[in-house]
């Protein structure tokens, strides 16, 4: 009888480390997460509906965090951009920082999904914020609590190679990576979208 109990909690733990951090035995997400990812926390809204022709989006999410990361305020976007943010927050910030300040605990949000045109031009083409695929950042603070800022930082110093560490890394992961060199639009933030090209990603 003892050697088949202990059988059983062998069999259990088991299951639960193949599951991986975050899952239960029955192999559900861990609560809090959204896109089945225990890493991307946040909440499911559904559809979103658009003002505009072209905006909008279905199974839409809103995250909180990701890979221990703060957002700045609850960002819109649908599950493949939040996994290509988790990915360059991974593979590309992470690297960058390395151990400068404690890393990064919080992305300061400037944008996320807004029902627009590009850069709000009357009669230009609705932006991919309009279609949750885009966010953009303008900095990033550290645990020690300082910052390292786009605006003020991009370009000058450890503080501006890290950014452009930061920005070459995401090119590739996301279709479309803006900053200050692309136009003054985006002097003062990144920006990121998923949206795909012909000709590959779009990085400026």
Same mark, same amino acid.
């Given at each position: 009888?003892?050697?088949?109990?202990? !059988?059983?909690?062998?069999?259990?733990?088991?299951s639960s480390s193949a599951n991986g951090p975050g899952y239960s035995t029955r192999g559900?997400?861990? @609560?809090?997460?959204?896109?089945?990812?225990?890493? !991307?926390?946040?909440?499911?809204?559904?559809?979103?509906p658009g003002k505009l022709r072209g905006c909008g989006l279905?199974? =839409? *999410?809103?995250?909180?965090? *990701? /890979?221990?990361? =703060?957002?700045?305020?609850?960002?819109?976007? +649908?599950?493949?951009?939040?996994?290509?943010? &988790? /990915?360059? $927050? +991974?593979?590309?910030?992470?690297?960058?920082?390395?151990?400068? %300040? %404690?890393?990064?605990?919080?992305? @300061? *949000?400037?944008?996320?999904? =807004?029902?627009?045109?590009?850069?709000?031009? @009357?009669?230009? &083409? !609705?932006?991919?914020?309009? &279609?949750? #695929?885009? $966010?953009? $950042?303008?900095?990033?603070?550290?645990?020690?609590?300082?910052? !390292?800022?786009?605006?003020?930082?991009?370009? /000058?110093?450890?503080?501006?190679? $890290?950014?452009?560490?930061?920005?070459?890394?995401?090119?590739?992961?996301?279709?479309?990576?803006?900053?200050?060199?692309?136009? #003054?639009?985006?002097?003062?933030?990144?920006?990121? +979208?998923?949206?795909?090209? @012909?000709?590959?990603?779009?990085?400026?």
């Amino acid at each position: 009888m003892r050697v088949l109990v202990m !059988i059983s909690l062998v069999l259990a733990s088991c299951s639960s480390s193949a599951n991986g951090p975050g899952y239960s035995t029955r192999g559900t997400v861990a @609560r809090g997460a959204v896109c089945g990812d225990a890493s !991307i926390q946040g909440t499911n809204v559904g559809n979103v509906p658009g003002k505009l022709r072209g905006c909008g989006l279905d199974d =839409a *999410v809103k995250i909180s965090s *990701v /890979s221990g990361v =703060a957002l700045s305020q609850q960002s819109v976007m +649908d599950c493949r951009t939040a996994r290509t943010l &988790k /990915s360059w $927050i +991974d593979k590309g910030m992470k690297p960058a920082v390395g151990k400068r %300040g %404690g890393g990064v605990v919080r992305l @300061r *949000v400037a944008a996320h999904y =807004a029902c627009r045109t590009r850069n709000s031009r @009357r009669g230009a &083409k !609705i932006s991919e914020h309009g &279609k949750g #695929r885009a $966010i953009d $950042i303008s900095a990033f603070t550290l645990a020690d609590g300082s910052e !390292i800022s786009v605006l003020k930082h991009w370009g /000058s110093g450890r503080k501006g190679r $890290i950014l452009k560490k930061m920005h070459r890394s995401a090119c590739g992961p996301f279709g479309t990576v803006l900053g200050p060199n692309s136009d #003054r639009h985006h002097r003062d933030h990144f920006h990121f +979208d998923t949206a795909r090209h @012909r000709s590959g990603s779009y990085c400026r």
